[in-house]
Every structure is written in structure tokens, then in C-alpha cells.
């Protein structure tokens, strides 16, 4: 038996299923245990300074986790913003009622200034087009706009060169309504192997931040910290970290010091559509890329690349069944992936698949998959498709789970 409990939140009692899919019982879903988030982060704030804030960062539909429970959850755990990277997922979490300050973490285009007063979400500039705009939105609605500068340290992507943000600033007094909030940067190395290079932005960051306090601009928050940098570089802290893929329990990269111990809050499962005997010499999937050598029995798996399970795994992903790994055989399709259960003792149709997480003692982690399909833990779980439920719960797993 379980003790986990489905949670009760608003965006659930409004009636309205987050999807389709979730109101239907579609049998692949993600499950996401918050209970394990809000553990995550609190086992992150341990390490931070008491002045330091923990931004929550959410964009990306929280790495595919699902963004309003997530923030949410974030929230109750005490972080006291949240990081997004577009308007639109701004405007998704305001629509559901959250309050805390939202920071879009990248510059938009100055058409879209009047979003940011109409929905109190807060800038990041890094060009006096966009500021002008933003100004401009501020003036008609009578009310100031909160921005972070964007300084560009080394990442090549977005921002300031930080040669040119003393004159920047000197602009920016033009434009009154403009607070603010803080100053940004990121590491394009942190978490990875190439140590010399986040010392090297940092550098950069300090003498900025000398150069601007003996110029006496005072910068409320200052942030470069992301999950790399936070494992290994705690003088990268300052006031603010700006966090994501630690707080969903998962190492940015294989080179990452696993220095916290976080606990990935997601599992994916699916179920056994059909169970087919072979003989050998058959071929499975598009392009016949595998063929039997033996008489096989192979699972069939309504998930596929239109779900986010990656065709790169094609030949060479494992689920768990019954504990046990089964072997991905042939193409991943859009729609169906094709597993090895000829030595998975009794295997029925319907059973419980793992293609993510833990069954029966045994693991798949995130990582591995996204090892051998040649991407990032960031790209495969950003990528988890909107037809695959999320099914919330707070410490535990649902009473029909196989696991343990
Ligand atoms: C601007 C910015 N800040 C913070 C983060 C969080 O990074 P991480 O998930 O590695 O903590 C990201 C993620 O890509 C980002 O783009």
C-alpha cells in the first residue's frame, strides 16, 4: 500500500484537466512527485547564505515537469521567484494565479513591451530598443516596470558586453519608469569540465560589479549562479541563484560534482499494448534495422518520438519491466517503441512499464537515456510531449504502481 496522496491544488479543483490525455487515461504518463521538489530545494537553500534567494527557474513548462504545479510547489518551499523564458510562460502561471515576482530571463522583442505591465512580469534588457519600449508601456499605464540588465561575460547568446554597460546605464536614466532590479549573467561552462572558463566569468563579473559600485550604481540582485555553478562555485552566489535542473533532482552534466544529493521527482511509465511471439529471422519497425536471431518475444509500447522518447534510442534504449531491463528492437516510431521481453518471466499485457525511473530496485535514469541518445538531460525532459498526462503527487507513488 501506499501512502501518497493525488494533490488537491486550485488549477485541479477548477475542474478543468490539464489535458486531454489525463481525463481520458491514456496509458503512457509522467508522474511527478512534488513532495521530492519542494525536498530538493530545501536540501539546496541548506547550502545557500540566509541572504541569498533561490529563483525557481520554471521555463519550458518547468523542463517539462509541468509549470504551475511546479511553481507552486516551488513556492511553498520558500523560493521567492521564478525564472521563465518567454512571456507566454509568464503569462501561464499569472493566468493561474501565481503572485510572486516572474522574471523573464530573456530579452524580447520591443513589440511585446506592453505584456510585461499588463501581466507585472519582470524584464530582461539588453538593448535600448527594447528599454525604450518598455518605457514607453510603463508611461501609458502610469506604473513602473521591474528589469534585470543582461551583461554577456562570455556566453555569446545574449546581453551586454560589459565594456558597454556603464554608458548603457547612463541611457537607461532617461527612462525613469525603468527599476532596476538587478543585474544577470551565465556561465556557458558550469557543471562541465572546463573549470578555467567559469573562473575566467566570474573574474569578468566581479570587476564589473567593482567597477559599478565605485561608479555608485547600487544593484539589488545579482545573478549568474545556475546548477552547475552552484555544485562547485559558491563564490559565484551573491544575492540571487537562479536554479532548474537541480531542483528536478538531476546533474547538469555527467562531469558535474554530485555535491547535493537531490532526488529526481519524475518517473515516466507506460503500459504493455501488445505482446507478439516472432520467429526468428523477423524484422521489427521502419527500415528493418533489427532482426531477430531467436524466437522472440517483443512488447509493443504506445509512446514514441511525438512523445518526446528520443529515435536515437532506436536499437539501443532499455524500459524496465517487472524490474528487469528490456531492450529497445528496431526504429522508435512517432507513436510506438518495440521492446525485448522474451526473457522477462511472465510478462502480461498491460504491465506496467518504466522508461524513466525506478521498478523493482532497478533504475533508468534520465541521465543514461540522454547519454546514449547523445543529448542533455535538459533536451530529453524539455522535450516530454504535451499528449503524455502529468499525474501530480506529494511523496509516494500512486496505489495502482507495481514498484516499490
Ligand atoms: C538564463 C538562465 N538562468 C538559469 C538557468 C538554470 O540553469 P540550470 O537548469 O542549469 O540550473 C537557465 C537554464 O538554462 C537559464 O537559461
Same mark, same amino acid.
Given at each position: ?32 512527485d ?85 501581466w ?23 506604473? $513602473? ?5 543582461? %551583461?554577456?561575460? +562570455?556566453l555569446?547568446? &545574449? #546581453? =551586454?558586453l !560589459?565594456?558597454?554597460?556603464? *554608458? ?46 565605485a ?18 562555485? $559558491? ?5 540571487? %541563484?537562479?536554479? +532548474?535542473?537541480?531542483? &528536478? #533532482? =538531476?546533474? !547538469?552534466?555527467?562531469?558535474? *560534482? ?18 507478439r ?57 512517432m ?7 522474451t ?62
Open positions: 500500500m501506499s501512502n501518497s496522496q493525488t494533490l488537491q491544488r486550485p488549477y485541479r479543483e477548477t475542474g478543468r484537466p490539464r489535458s486531454l490525455f489525463a481525463r481520458t487515461g491514456r496509458p503512457a504518463w509522467l508522474e511527478v512534488l513532495g521530492l521538489l519542494r525536498d530538493n530545494i530545501a536540501l539546496l537553500r541548506k547550502r545557500l547564505p540566509a541572504h541569498v534567494q533561490f529563483m525557481a527557474v520554471v521555463k519550458a513548462d518547468a523542463y517539462g515537469h509541468g509549470a504551475v504545479p511546479c511553481a507552486e510547489a516551488a513556492l511553498d518551499a520558500g523560493a521567492e521567484s521564478l525564472g521563465v523564458a518567454i512571456v507566454e510562460e509568464g503569462v501561464q502561471l499569472r493566468a493561474e494565479g501565481v503572485p510572486s515576482p516572474i522574471v523573464v530571463l530573456y530579452p524580447e522583442a520591443p513589440e511585446r513591451a506592453e505584456e510585461f505591465l499588463r507585472n512580469l519582470v524584464a530582461t534588457v539588453a538593448d535600448l530598443d527594447f528599454a525604450r519600449a518598455l518605457q514607453k508601456a510603463a508611461e501609458k499605464e502610469g506604473r $513602473p516596470v521591474g528589469v534585470y540588465l543582461k %551583461v554577456d561575460t +562570455g555569446g547568446r &545574449y #546581453g =551586454l !560589459p565594456a558597454d554597460l556603464p *554608458e548603457f546605464l547612463a541611457h537607461l536614466r532617461e527612462f525613469p519608469l525603468l527599476k532596476i532590479a538587478g543585474l544577470l549573467s551565465h556561465f556557458a561552462t558550469a557543471g562541465d569540465r572546463d573549470r578555467e572558463y567559469v573562473a575566467r566569468q566570474l573574474d569578468e563579473f566581479q570587476t564589473l560589479l567593482d567597477a559599478l559600485k561608479a555608485g550604481e547600487d544593484l539589488e540582485a545579482i545573478s549568474i549562479t545556475n546548477s552547475g555553478a552552484f555544485l562547485e562555485w $559558491p563564490e559565484s552566489y551573491f544575492n540571487t %541563484v537562479r536554479l +532548474g535542473i537541480l531542483m &528536478y #533532482g =538531476l546533474y !547538469p552534466s555527467r562531469f558535474s *560534482e554530485p555535491t547535493v544529493p537531490v532526488h529526481p521527482i519524475a518517473r515516466w511509465k507506460t503500459r504493455i499494448l501488445r505482446l511471439e516472432l520467429p526468428a529471422g523477423a524484422s521489427i519497425s521502419y527500415g528493418r534495422t533489427f532482426r531477430t536471431e531467436r524466437p522472440t518475444i517483443a512488447a509493443t509500447l504506445p509512446i514514441g518520438f511525438a512523445d518526446g522518447y528520443p529515435q536515437a534510442l532506436s536499437n539501443t534504449g532499455d524500459v524496465l519491466v517487472r524490474g528487469q531491463r528490456a531492450r529497445v528492437l528496431g526504429q522508435v516510431c507513436d510506438a517503441v518495440m521492446v525485448d521481453v526473457d522477462v518471466e511472465g510478462t502480461v499485457k498491460g504491465d506496467e512499464v518504466v522508461v524513466f525511473g525506478r521498478q523493482g530496485g532497478r533504475e533508468i535514469p534520465v541521465s543514461e537515456l540522454a547519454e546514449r541518445a547523445g543529448t542533455s538531460v535538459y533536451e530529453l525532459l524539455s522535450r516530454l510531449g504535451p499528449r503524455l498526462p502529468r499525474v501530480y503527487f506529494d511523496h509516494g507513488a500512486p496505489a495502482s504502481s507495481q514498484d516499490s
